[in-house]
């Protein structure tokens, strides 16, 4: 996903003001109050995170790893299909109500890139641009996979032991047309949306009021590292 930065859009032409965009969250949310994310507004990677009662105590960004490897596609060897790829680990550990809850996480893309045209071809064999492992006071994984259906979308799987809930991108603006590309996640358990997590501009989060303390917990892992995710097709393309 790209990040964004602070977006102004146009309220009404009559009025000629701007306001900040913002990710529309789900209606199932609308009354809960979003929790702002605490960090600095020109951070770094490793610059702690918090929201709420939840906060990073170490974030490792590791170094990106970008490959490109050339095949010639003529006899004469001037024609060739570039073939490219990138990958970037990053753990968190996050002080949460249930104790320490540590992320190992690991975003991947592969491109194929001939002349003026190319082809996310990590999409097309399946290969998760995002893969995190939970382990601590929460056990579990999430998987995030781009949607070859609907451009510019992600969605995925998230386990903790017999809790099971999906993750889908988010590009809906409120009031107004969004700027592209995805601006959040929400969380959801069966129909129901339990969690959204706004990564554009500072980032904001929101949790269903009923969800039990171990599933905040759980949620706020999740956020964090959706927080710090950035698209690795992203880092290909500025190869």
Not at 19 to 35: E, F, N, Y
Not at 151 to 179: C, K, L, M, Y
């Amino acid at each position: 996903m790209s990040r964004l930065a602070c977006i102004c859009f146009a309220v009404l032409p009559l009025i000629g003001g701007c306001q900040l965009a913002r990710m529309q969250v789900s209606p199932a949310l609308a009354g809960v109050q979003p929790l702002a994310v605490d960090r600095a507004y020109w951070h770094k990677p490793e610059d702690p995170l918090s929201f709420g009662t939840w906060r990073t105590t170490h974030i490792d960004y590791g170094w990106g790893r970008y490959r490109s490897s050339n095949t010639s596609v003529t006899a004469t060897g001037n024609t060739t299909v570039d073939f490219q790829s990138f990958k970037r680990p990053y753990g968190i550990e996050l002080q949460a109500g249930s104790g320490v809850i540590s992320a190992q996480c690991l975003t991947r893309a592969k491109r194929v890139a001939y002349k003026d045209w190319s082809l996310d071809h990590g999409a097309l064999q399946g290969i998760p641009p995002l893969h995190c492992s939970y382990s601590g006071a929460a056990a579990g994984e999430m998987e995030l996979l781009e949607m070859p259906t609907v451009a510019g979308s992600e969605a995925g799987n998230i386990e903790f032991g017999a809790t099971r809930w999906h993750v889908q991108s988010v590009d809906r603006i409120e009031g107004g047309r969004g700027p592209g590309g995805i601006v959040g996640y929400e969380i959801r358990r069966g129909s129901e949306v339990i969690a959204a997590v706004e990564t554009m501009n500072r980032g904001r989060v929101w949790m269903a009021p009923a969800l039990a303390p171990a599933d905040q917990d759980r949620v706020a892992i999740v956020a964090m590292a959706l927080l710090l995710y950035e698209s690795p097709q992203a880092e290909l393309e500025r190869n």
